[in-house]
């Protein structure tokens, strides 16, 4: 057997497109989304790099294969957190929820920032499933349509920025970080509360 980077045993033999595709997340978790290599996937497995060919097409697929499986972790995650809330305690469960996903994986976590590709079915499928999700809650509040995208647009932004700073060591001053994130929650939850329906245009 190899070990992953942690030095958890990843099996050799028998390997599947979906173990290949679990393992590769893993590895962004560990060394970052912008380098899951093949190379690197393949010292996982102790194997050479063209018997990963034999379960994914190439990096590009590989990169494919597992934004959408983590879009799809991620949804379910958001999901699960504002089941059998409504309004603010779903906004707040939404929002720890993201935050949560974000910190346990972040190499996961970087895959699923970017729209996916219009040709791209599953990938649009897991991203609908999680735009669902956030429309539930943004409906709690009255919003719909433009109004729900322009909400979600700008929670989704403040969230991603909060959530990429953590990870990169941004918060230096010596005050809680749990407390700030709190209080941003708070300060988005008064502005989807208060949201101005969109002038017609």
């Not at 958001?78 to 469960?93: C, N, P, V």
Request: negative net charge.
């Amino acid at each position: 057997m190899a070990s992953g980077s942690h030095g958890t045993p990843v099996a050799r033999a028998g390997l599947t497109s979906a173990t290949v595709v679990g393992e590769a997340a893993r590895l962004a978790d560990d060394v970052g989304w912008d380098r899951l290599t093949l190379a690197g996937l393949a010292d996982r497995f102790g194997v050479a790099v063209p018997s990963l060919y034999k379960h994914v097409d190439g990096l590009g697929a590989l990169r494919r294969e597992v934004a959408a499986s983590s879009v799809r972790e991620f949804g379910d995650a958001l999901a699960t957190a504002i089941a059998g809330a409504t309004k603010r305690e779903a906004f707040r469960a939404m929002a720890y929820a993201f935050r949560r996903y974000a910190g346990a994986h972040p190499g996961r976590y970087a895959s699923t920032v970017r729209a996916p590709d219009p040709d791209d079915e599953e990938a649009r499928a897991a991203s609908t499933e999680v735009l669902e999700t956030v429309g539930r809650v943004m409906a709690g509040y009255g919003l719909e349509g433009a109004d729900a995208i322009d909400a979600t647009r700008a929670v989704r932004s403040a969230l991603h920025g909060f959530v990429s700073l953590e990870a990169a060591g941004g918060f230096g001053i010596p005050q809680d970080v749990d407390r700030s994130f709190e209080r941003m929650v708070d300060l988005l939850d008064a502005a989807v509360r208060s949201w101005r329906p969109a002038r017609p245009e």
